[in-house]
């Protein structure tokens, strides 16, 4: 019977001998420019915990602490969309970014999960329940666990009664990373704890390694390829996103979602989309440029023919154009003339 919403909030340096430091919510919530940092639980969701059906968009989650869900930590029987949002920094013992648990369902779209930390596992997302992920980015999170079968940037294990799933979409997961030795971390994007999880390809994925060969099926997924991300950086929007560097394999190599026309900053979307949350618009090609393809266009072309040679291209004399150049450069001869005679030059 009631509702939270917070709209441009900051939530910052809170601590909780318990469950939800920085917010604890049972309701519906709708968060929205929301900041949420730097808090800390002794139990489950540093930043956020959450047990109603809730939107996050265009929101900062980071450098939370936790046992459980260090940025957040979902239960319940919800359904929880994230869009537009950074989860960076967290840390906790599983789910540095997210834990979301059995009987809910996590939607998130246009959105970077990166850096967090899972001192088991599960560094950006870990999971029991129903996970579905669109235009996501999930980089450089680390987990302490020495499996090798077990993941660090999405970790999922099976559900005690409820059946869980994953579904992947243009989803981006690069430079996750596992192991107790911090001197000899191993790649470890996907994985999970015991098996039996159906797990969904719906293309254009791409993972940096080959720990999620089980999971890409599609023939429009990326497998073992180093899609040259930047560094975590405000690059306009509301929040921080992975830049594609030039040259990129995810450039072009998306699949395209009516539901989604921009990326996480707001930008829209190409009609071939970029794979992750961030999209590299596609080059904008003046009037009148030589791009080298035999693609470029000309402002003003005279087909006519022409005694003079050229054939088709030949471009004829233009006496109204001739006039008004020849208009201009006496305009400007007498204007330098002006000026340097109040210097006192007679020249």
Same mark, same amino acid.
């Given at each position: 019977t009631f509702s939270l919403t917070l709209t441009n909030v900051k939530v910052l340096a809170n601590s909780a001998q318990?469950? &939800?430091?920085g917010v604890y919510t049972g309701s519906p919530m709708t968060a929205t420019g929301v900041v949420i940092s730097n808090n800390t639980s002794t !139990?489950?969701?540093?930043?956020?915990? $959450?047990? &109603?059906n809730t939107s996050i968009v265009n929101s900062t989650i980071s450098n939370n602490t936790a046992e459980g869900g260090g940025g957040v930590f /979902? +239960?319940? *029987? $919800?359904?929880? $969309?994230? *869009?537009?949002s950074t989860l960076s920094g967290n840390t906790a013992v599983g789910g540095g970014g997210i834990s979301a648990r059995s009987g809910m369902t996590l939607k998130v779209v246009n959105s970077t999960i990166s850096g967090n930390t899972g001192q088991d596992v599960g560094a950006g997302i870990y999971s029991n329940g129903n996970v579905q992920l669109n235009f996501v980015t999930i980089a450089n999170n680390v987990a302490g666990s020495d499996s090798k079968t077990q993941g660090s940037g999405i970790n999922m294990f099976p559900a005690s009664s409820t059946a869980n799933a994953l579904t992947?979409? $243009? @989803? /981006?997961l690069s430079g996750n990373m596992a192991g107790s030795d911090p001197a000899a971390l191993f790649s470890a994007n996907c994985g999970m704890t015991g098996g039996g999880i159906p797990v969904t390809s719906q293309g254009s994925n791409l993972s940096s390694d080959a720990s999620c060969d089980m999971w890409l099926t599609a023939a429009t997924d990326k497998k073992s390829v180093d899609p040259k991300l930047d560094v975590l950086a405000d690059n306009t929007g509301p +929040? /921080?996103?992975?830049?594609?560097?030039?040259? *990129? =394999?995810a450039m072009a190599a998306g699949t395209a979602d009516a539901? !989604?026309? !921009?990326?996480?900053?707001? @930008?829209?979307r190409d009609a071939v989309p970029d794979i992750g949350a961030y999209e590299d618009?596609? =080059? @904008? @090609? =003046? =009037? &009148?440029?030589?791009t080298g393809t035999g693609t470029g266009t000309l402002p003003s072309t005279d087909t006519s023919s022409s005694s003079g040679g050229g054939g088709g291209c030949a471009v004829s004399p233009n006496a109204d154009f001739d006039a008004g150049l020849l208009g201009l450069l006496a305009a400007a001869a007498s204007g330098l003339f002006l000026r340097r005679r109040r210097q006192g030059t007679a020249d």
């Open positions: 318990g469950d &939800g430091a !139990v489950n969701g540093g930043g956020l915990y $959450n047990e &109603g /979902l +239960t319940g *029987s $919800n359904t929880v $969309n994230i *869009s537009g992947l979409k $243009n @989803v /981006l +929040t /921080l996103t992975h830049k594609l560097l030039a040259g *990129s =394999p539901s !989604v026309t !921009v990326d996480q900053r707001g @930008v829209a618009p596609a =080059p @904008v @090609v =003046p =009037p &009148g440029t030589d």
